[in-house]
């Protein structure tokens, strides 16, 4: 093997190791706002919220879809009760929260009733990095899909903790 494509080769496998570069453009967003965004959604569910910091940080949507591409948690593939819907959801929160300048931002597992019990990840990112509103996203974990708020909206959550 040449050393160029050697060079090429590690190059490629770096990139699967090493997560991009953190978001430049960040904010905070509140406990209590994060609360709020949940339970305009989920009206019942304040008592599945678990928040252990006294703030987290915030950046653009895009910023948190550019880590999603990059992970590797979609790959694996699904085996009933062994590594089903709450392994993905546990690995991509995991994943955001192992890596220093991703780990602050509210990115976490979701449980609930949807479609009778299911995991799924969920993020609260501005919409743009031009319109800085916060708003709650969901992942899908085992396709890197989004899931439309709308599909999620009103269901029964049993926990949603941000560590």
């Known amino acids: 093997m040449t050393y160029s494509r050697l060079l090429a080769k590690l190059q490629r496998i770096k990139s699967k190791v090493i997560p991009p570069e953190p978001p430049e453009i960040r904010g905070r967003i509140g406990n209590d706002e994060l609360v709020r965004l949940y339970e305009t ?10 928040i252990a910091d006294a703030y987290s940080e915030i950046t653009a949507i895009s910023e948190i879809r550019r880590f999603v591409d990059w992970d590797i948690t979609n790959i694996f593939p699904y085996e009933a009760e ?3 819907c709450d392994d993905f959801a546990l690995a991509l929160a995991g994943d955001f929260a192992k890596y220093p300048g991703w780990s ?12 009778g019990g299911h995991a799924f990840a969920t993020a609260v990112a501005w919409r743009s990095l031009a319109e800085r509103v916060p708003a709650v ?14 599909q999620v909206e009103g269901i029964e959550v049993w926990l949603i903790p941000f560590a």
């Open 41 to 50: 959604i989920f009206p019942e569910a304040r008592h599945c919220l678990y």
């Open 82 to 84: 062994i590594h089903d």
């Open 104 to 115: 602050g931002f509210p990115v976490t597992f979701i449980w609930g009733d949807l479609y």
């Open 137 to 150: 996203y969901f992942i899908e974990p085992q396709n890197d899909w989004e899931i439309a708020r709308e």
